[in-house]
């Protein structure tokens, strides 16, 4: 619910009030994400959903609309500590856009973090995913939007005939 909010009411309804409204958006088909299972097991979980459903994106100051074009945007990744370095991040945001083009997308956004040169940056730190997971999924950098962060996008191919 971090982007769905703004941070006070965010604030206001921390923990199982949250928790809460997230399932009454899943109750109510709204698009939020994809899960990844390993057998019955859930591994993984990728946030896409169209930006307009995102109040804090709108605010954001570093992550301001580049165009007027409608996208959908991913805004979190989690993938269980078993299953990282594996490649998983990469297969998790390609599918994310194959449930996003699948619904209607034309374009999927991401806000990827850019670890500093030769250093690891803390899992903690890394809930947007990776600049180099993106690039491996087919995106392309559209905006530098920090020292630490770019916007990338993935377009869907045309439909061959």
Not at 28 to 45: D, H, L, T, Y
Not at 153 to 161: G, I, S, V
């Amino acid at each position: 619910m971090t982007w769905r909010l703004p941070a006070n009411e965010y604030e206001k309804n921390k923990g199982a009030k949250n928790c809460d409204l997230f399932h009454q958006l899943i109750k109510q088909k709204e698009p939020v994400g994809i899960i990844a299972f390993e057998s019955s097991v859930p591994i993984g979980w990728c946030s896409v959903s169209p930006r307009e459903k995102l109040v804090r994106l709108k605010n954001s100051r570093i992550f301001k609309s580049i165009d007027d074009k409608p996208v959908w945007s991913i805004t979190c990744l989690y993938i269980d500590k078993r299953y990282r370095k594996r490649g998983m991040s990469v297969k998790l945001v390609e599918e994310a856009c194959k449930y996003a083009f699948k619904q209607g997308a034309k374009i999927v956004e991401a806000y990827p973090v850019i670890p500093p040169l030769n250093k690891n940056i803390p899992d903690l730190f890394a809930y947007y995913g990776l600049e180099s997971a993106y690039q491996k999924a087919g995106f392309i950098k559209v905006k530098q939007a920090s020292d630490s962060r770019t916007v990338m996008r993935c377009y869907k191919a045309p439909q061959q005939d």
